[in-house]
C-alpha cells in the first residue's frame, strides 16, 4: 500500500514537497516513481528513481523537480521548485515497474497563478 501526502494549493514560484510511504514488501528493491494526471490530460511520468537511486525526469520538469528515496522510512519524496501552473495535476506514486506497478491513492497540486 503506497500512502502519498503533501499535495495543496501554492502559488507560482511556489514549492511543495509530496511524500510517499509504502506499507509491506522490501522497499528498496523497487524502482520508485511520481506521475501526474493534469484535466483533461493523459497521464505522465514527473519523475522516478532506481533501486540505486538513478534518477530519471521529463523534460518539463528538469532542474525544478528533485526526487528522493529513504529506504529506512520506505518514502519516496518529490520535492518541486518554481512551480508553475501546468504542474495543477494529481499526483500518483507507484511502486515497481509496468503492469505489475502498484499506484497510490494520488495527492492533488494546485498551482495558481
Known amino acids: 500500500q503506497l500512502q502519498a501526502s503533501g499535495g495543496g494549493l501554492v502559488q507560482a514560484g511556489g514549492s511543495l514537497r509530496l511524500s510517499c510511504r509504502a506499507s509491506g514488501g522490501i522497499f528498496s528493491v523497487y524502482r520508485m516513481g511520481w506521475y501526474r494526471q493534469a484535466p483533461g490530460k493523459q497521464r505522465e511520468l514527473a519523475a522516478d528513481?532506481?533501486?540505486?537511486?538513478?534518477?530519471t525526469y521529463a523534460d518539463s520538469v528538469k532542474g525544478r523537480f528533485t526526487i528522493s528515496r529513504d529506504n529506512a522510512k520506505k518514502t519516496v519524496y518529490l520535492q518541486m521548485n518554481s512551480l508553475k501552473p501546468e504542474d495543477t495535476a494529481v499526483y500518483y506514486c507507484?511502486?515497481?515497474?509496468?503492469?505489475?506497478?502498484?499506484w497510490g491513492q494520488g495527492t492533488l497540486v494546485t498551482v495558481s497563478s
Open positions: 528513481i532506481s533501486n540505486i537511486g538513478v534518477t
Open positions: 507507484t511502486q515497481g515497474e509496468g503492469a505489475s506497478a502498484y
